[in-house]
């Protein structure tokens, strides 16, 4: 009988390990009262990268340092590891001269294609285009690409319970 129950625990042993590696920070809005659960920032090979999750929008921001300029007409596309694949994204935030550039989806159930395809696919590159079509590209180490899978697995499973 104690046979069935270590081989059972043995087998989740994995599930809970998983579940452990999910560490986010959850902030309150103090004015709005908001929920919104974060990554924090997170180093990729020349950018520094943070997603953000609230009941409707998850926003993934990269940092690629100052003197980059993106506005609503910059692009990045991301290349999967392994695939001829890619996605192209449009930056959704302001236009600015601090290097940071985001995409933003909503917080839907079903989670967008996109969003599922960051969390499912490993990303060897991202080709960031800013305003002047200059071209700044972020290739991912082969731990980066996990931990970017990890944490946006995370953030999409939490971003589930905000939204309802």
Aim: hydrophobic residues 40%; charged residues 20%; proline residues 3%.
């Amino acid at each position: 009988m104690s046979m069935k129950y270590a081989l059972a625990l043995a087998l989740l042993m994995p599930v809970f390990c998983w579940a452990q590696n999910c560490q986010l920070k959850i902030i309150k809005d103090p004015y709005t009262k908001e929920t919104k659960i974060s990554t924090g920032f997170f180093s990729l090979n020349g950018c520094q990268v943070s997603i953000e999750a609230t009941k409707s929008d998850i926003d993934v921001m990269f940092s690629l340092g100052s003197g980059k300029c993106f506005d609503d007409a910059s692009t990045a596309a991301v290349f999967f590891d392994g695939i001829r694949y890619k996605t192209n994204f449009k930056n959704n935030g302001t236009m600015n001269c601090d290097g940071l550039f985001h995409f933003t989806f909503r917080n839907t159930n079903p989670v967008p294609t996109a969003l599922q395809n960051l969390g499912n696919k490993k990303i060897a590159s991202i080709r960031f285009k800013d305003n002047t079509n200059k071209e700044t590209i972020v290739t991912l180490t082969p731990d980066q690409q996990q931990k970017f899978l990890e944490l946006t697995n995370c953030i999409i499973n939490e971003a589930k319970k905000l939204a309802q």
